[in-house]
């Protein structure tokens, strides 16, 4: 099954292992580095997936719900640290990201099951 992942993620050896990950999955996928690109991709290329990160120094939680807006029936898995809160996930849940979540270091079995349950 093909779909298309956006990720956005900060950090470069982040958005490496991702993509390392989704095209062992035999997704499509894209990558931005920045919330404007992140935007700009959803309303061109309308995602099935898109995986962003809270680490982002511009995130909260408009960001999700734009997305949303932008492209309702794309899906949205949040990527935390350490030292993301637990109130500062619920608040992207809450603006419409899934309850599953991702954590880094990202684990190859974690992304790929967060993934598949995502889309299925």
């Known amino acids: 099954m093909k779909y298309d992942i956006l990720i956005a993620e900060e950090s470069l050896t982040g958005r490496m292992t991702l993509r390392e990950i ?3 999955t035999g997704g499509s996928l894209r990558e931005v580095s920045d919330m404007a690109e ?3 991709q959803c309303r061109v290329g309308r995602p099935k997936l898109c995986i962003i990160s809270m680490g982002f120094p511009e995130w909260r939680r408009d ?3 734009k997305l949303k807006q932008i492209s309702p029936e794309t899906r949205v898995i949040l990527s935390t640290d350490q030292q993301t809160s637990v109130l500062r996930i619920m608040d ?3 603006a419409g990201a899934e309850r599953n979540y ?3 270091p990202y684990r190859r079995d974690e992304v790929k099951e ?3 349950k995502t889309l299925s």
């Open 22 to 24: 989704v095209r062992a």
């Open 92 to 94: 992207g849940i809450d």
């Open 38 to 40: 992140l935007e700009e």
């Open 102 to 104: 991702l954590t880094k």
């Open 114 to 116: 967060i993934i598949a």
């Open 63 to 65: 960001v999700v719900h």
